[in-house]
Nanobody, 124 residues
């Protein structure tokens, strides 16, 4: 059983930066893939970024070039560095984990474990 706890959300002005953290417990952290998803009010949860057990990363087009996903295996933590934030980035951000070998990183259904989410608010 994997438990995920996000932190780092908050209020930031447009153009500002935040770094989200997701601390994982259970399983072998380096052996599973991690993803960040977000859900804005009234909208469906959507993919933002992912990092596979191999270390390869992928991003949604809407965040590419502004967000960076990374991990620290020694700390069992995955990060999402968010720069040049826009009002449309405002959402609850969730991290997710999967033990699957073959999966599409951007699909919600690929992930078996989810955190409780952290709120990111961007003021214009």
């Amino acid at each position: 059983q994997v438990q995920l706890v996000e932190s780092g959300g908050g209020l930031v002005q447009a153009g500002g930066s935040l770094r989200l953290s997701c601390a994982a417990s259970g399983g072998t952290f380096g052996s599973y893939g991690m993803g960040w998803f977000r859900q804005a009010p009234g909208k469906e949860r959507e993919f933002a970024a992912a990092i596979r057990s191999s270390g390869s990363t992928s991003y949604a087009d809407s965040v590419k070039g502004r967000f960076t996903i990374s991990r620290d295996i020694a700390k069992n933590t995955v990060y999402l560095a968010m720069n040049s934030l826009k009002p449309e980035d405002m959402a609850i951000y969730y991290c997710a984990a999967t033990f699957r070998t073959y999966y599409s990183s951007s699909r919600l259904s690929a992930y078996d474990y989810w955190g409780q989410g952290t709120q990111v608010t961007v003021s214009s």
